[in-house]
Structures are given as structure tokens and as C-alpha cells.
């Protein structure tokens, strides 16, 4: 599976913005797909992730309530709606997949492809 990250750019605070991760494969619908992010000088961080069937989404608590993960697999496309962006929201965002498995969902080592990640800056 390989993954291209889009859709990251330049926000004001309160603004929205829409990610997506576009898989290759025929295989993807049988993926777990999570987004996670990287901060300069920070580890990266799990924000969203949905199983293969789209039937179940995680978040990251700094996140709930605000970003919305969500899939489509007849265009191979995993997106992330982000409202309501803060300026500690800024980070090169990835996408990655998993194949299917419940649990863990967090866990940036338990994903085996990587997209090359799509940078988010929020300004206050």
C-alpha cells in the first residue's frame, strides 16, 4: 500500500481544513488507516484513526469533538476534517495503515505503510 497525504496549508485559528490520505492497492478496504502528527521538537502524536470498514473511529482527546476521520474505499480515500483549528494544531500530519485489526489504534508502531506527511500551520 502506498499513501500520499494532501490538503495541509495555511490557517487562521477557527478555521477548517480537510485532509486526505489516497491510497494505492486494491487491498486498502482491508486497512486500518490512522492520522498522526509532528510538531518541530515534539514525538509524533496520534490523532484519528478508523478500522478497514469505516464502522469505528478513535480520537485523540485534544482532538475530539473537533476533527472528524472518515473514508470512502471505492476511491481509496481516508479524509480528516478538522473545525475549529488552534495554532497548537501545527504539525506535518501523516497517514498511515495497518491491516485490519482492532486495538491499539494509537500506537505509530503498529502501522506498517506511511504517506509522507502534508504540513498543517495554524496562526492565532
Known amino acids: 500500500v502506498q499513501l500520499q497525504a494532501s490538503g495541509g496549508g495555511l490557517a487562521q485559528a477557527g478555521d477548517s481544513l480537510t485532509l486526505s490520505c489516497a491510497a494505492s492497492?486494491?487491498?486498502?478496504?482491508?486497512?486500518?488507516v490512522g492520522w498522526f502528527r509532528q510538531a518541530i521538537g515534539k514525538e509524533r502524536q496520534f490523532v484519528a484513526a478508523?478500522?478497514?470498514?469505516?464502522?469505528?473511529?478513535y480520537y485523540a482527546d485534544g482532538v475530539k469533538g473537533r476533527f472528524t476521520i472518515s473514508r470512502d474505499n471505492a476511491e481509496n480515500t481516508v479524509y480528516l476534517q478538522m473545525n475549529s483549528l488552534r495554532p497548537e494544531d501545527t504539525a506535518v500530519y501523516y497517514c498511515?495503515?495497518?491491516?485490519?485489526?482492532?486495538?491499539?489504534?494509537?500506537?505509530?508502531?503498529?502501522?506498517?505503510?506511511w504517506g509522507q506527511g502534508t504540513l498543517v500551520t495554524v496562526s492565532s
Open positions: 492497492g486494491r487491498t486498502f478496504s482491508t486497512y486500518d
Open positions: 498511515a495503515a495497518r491491516p485490519a485489526r482492532y486495538g491499539s489504534w494509537s500506537f505509530a508502531s503498529g502501522y506498517n505503510y
Open positions: 478508523i478500522s478497514w470498514i469505516g464502522d469505528s473511529t
